[in-house]
């Protein structure tokens, strides 16, 4: 593949991460993630064309469970809401949308 | 007798069910001892006095229990249920859980009391406590020092006394290089060993809870009333702790010739050689090994960890809970909540996550580090070929001021010598080895996925000497 020179366009990425960034913020950031992002570019010294990724350590498979309802680990309406600011007749409530 | 809060975890349980003394009045030492020492060393974000006291209540001596009467203390990542949990963020700074942890089930299970939510780097992210939103945890031996992170506050209550243990969790060292820094026994276990159901997610393909205590044994006592396999969570595995290998007869102790290299404070270095030299004299063979990739672990790190963050801390939108900021557009709601609530190194670390999996990038810097993790995972495998377990140290170098690291890079290398073995999902133990300069030292034994017992086993060994 192709290697696409790294470069960080801070308004675009802070959009695709939904996360409002003041200019301060984005100014410093800028210039630590350039930092860090040198140092990552260490890695591109090593050949692992032919490495399998690690995504998970423990080497389980398709770990199932039955297809039923445990009450234990469901919560009630009033309990899922709990901690919301904005509720209405039981649902969170958010601006309108259409 | 002894003072209440000086006493190991089997010694306050069976005091309980002996009826030595109610645990209302174990429970009352600690809080005692917190209300002394709580102003200088903020360890706690919550103290649970009432829900403890209810808790305490309620046993009875000669009932059944491992830890029967016994205040354990909580880092704030870890949910509790009715009891405010904030992951050291703002953002969730009055987030009630309305479940509870698998971890804490367990301990309860076992008549354990929870005794408060412990300070920590917001999120997990930090290896000071100096990210938390809630101030800074000062480390007991220096108050000018950081306590290590991100479990801080589990650390410095431990070594301070204020519980006799506390849980904490482990992605790139938070548990080890904390408890390096105070002074006390520090469990990671294996990945898999200990169920995160109930945990605020920061990289899940690494975080594992694990114990913070005085004494190997109590740490052993926790690890056991925890570990095993959780339906709640699908990455827990039963596994057979049975130890194959048994005394420091002929056990082969590998040294990493990576981990003494640029870096490590000199001090440190002595002092891990002087712990292999005495395991040697107990009948240990000592053998330098190589972990050839150790040098790219932090930026592996750096890669796997904030790519799951930008996933993870998704959820935190401003409607289901926390932090919420008006708007008459939803996208400008979620981003200005998100923006309002988060501290910088979690807003830094969503913005490289974002980055690194992001179309274009993500087969550069996300895939490329999952292969390089393999090639980690391999040298240990390696090693393991040739020796039993690795001696390391736990952190390069003793507890650093308050302040003193200000770029986020330098920060990052505190963990160079716990984050190798995280990434390969292997179990490590920081274990106290004496002082320096007035400042607790920890050593780090490495093994193979689930030989907790054999850390024990050795950490034991390490503990009974007589450090400077």
């Not at chain 2, 991100?150 to 650390?155: R, V």
């Not at chain 2, 609530?341 to 807003?347: A, D, I, M, T, V």
């Not at chain 2, 040298?379 to 170098?397: G, H």
């Amino acid at each position: 593949m192709e290697m696409k020179k790294a470069v960080l366009d801070i308004d675009y990425i802070a959009r695709l991460a939904c996360l409002s960034l003041t200019p301060p913020e984005k100014k410093s950031f800028s210039q630590q993630l350039a930092d860090v992002l040198a140092q990552i570019e260490e890695l591109k010294k090593l050949d692992v064309a032919k490495v399998e990724p690690t995504f998970q350590t423990t080497g389980a498979t398709d770990v199932l469970r039955r297809d039923e309802v445990r009450k234990e680990r469901v919560l009630t309406a009033p309990e899922a809401l709990a901690n919301a600011k904005e509720t209405e007749r039981g649902y969170f409530r958010v601006p309108k949308i259409i | 007798m002894r003072e209440i809060t000086g006493l190991s975890l089997k010694q306050i349980a069976e005091g309980v069910r002996g009826g030595s003394f109610s645990a209302v009045e174990v429970l009352q030492a600690f809080l005692e001892k917190i209300a002394e020492k709580e102003k200088a060393l903020n360890a706690f974000i919550t103290v649970n006095s009432e829900g403890a006291l209810t808790q305490a209540q309620k046993v009875k001596k000669g009932q059944k229990g491992r830890l029967l009467g016994v205040p354990i203390a909580l880092k704030d990542n870890i949910s509790t249920r009715g009891l405010r949990t904030t992951a050291g963020s703002k953002i969730i700074e009055d987030y009630i859980p309305p479940y509870q942890a698998t971890v804490v089930a367990r301990l309860l299970a076992e008549g354990a009391l929870v005794l408060g939510k412990t300070n920590m780097d917001e999120f997990a992210m930090g290896s000071s406590t100096e990210n938390s939103a809630y101030g800074v945890t000062h480390n007991p031996y220096d108050l000018t020092r950081v306590p290590g992170g991100s479990s801080g506050g589990s650390a410095a209550a431990v070594a301070a006394h204020l519980a006799p243990a506390a849980l904490g969790t482990d992605t790139g060292g938070s548990i080890k290089q904390p408890a390096a820094f105070c002074g006390v026994v520090g469990l990671r276990p294996t990945y898999g060993a200990v169920s995160r159901y109930g945990v605020i997610a920061l990289t899940s393909s690494l975080d594992q809870v694990g114990p913070l205590a005085k004494t190997v044994a109590d740490a052993r006592t926790v690890f056991e009333v925890i570990r095993g396999r959780d339906s709640f969570d699908a990455t827990t595995v039963e596994s057979d702790y049975s130890s194959k290998i048994s005394g420091l007869k002929n056990l082969r102790i590998g040294l990493p010739k990576e981990y003494f290299g640029a870096g490590l404070e000199k001090a440190v270095a002595e002092r891990v050689k002087q712990v292999a030299s005495s395991l040697e004299k107990a009948g240990a063979r000592l053998e330098e090994v190589s972990l050839p990739h150790t040098h790219y672990g932090l930026a592996v790190y750096y890669i796997i960890t904030p790519s799951e963050v930008s996933s993870n801390l998704a959820r935190f939108d401003g409607i289901r809970y926390g932090v919420r900021v008006e708007d008459s557009s939803i996208e400008e709601l979620v981003s200005r909540s998100r923006g309002k609530g988060f501290g910088s190194e979690p807003k830094r670390r969503i913005i490289l996550g974002t980055f690194a999996l992001s179309s274009g990038y993500a087969d550069q810097f996300y895939l490329r580090a999952a292969k390089v993790r393999t090639l980690i995972a391999q040298d240990f495998a390696q090693a393991f070929a040739k020796v039993d377990l690795l001696l390391t140290p736990t952190a390069p170098t003793t507890a650093f001021k308050i302040g003193e690291k200000k770029d986020p890079l330098s920060m990052y290398f505190s963990d160079i010598f716990t984050i190798p073995a995280n990434l390969a999902g292997l179990p490590g133990l920081s274990v106290p080895a004496g002082m320096i300069e007035g400042l607790p030292v920890g050593v780090q034994l490495i093994g193979p996925k689930f030989s907790e017992n054999l850390l024990f086993e050795v950490g034991e060994a390490i503990e009974k000497e007589k450090w400077s």
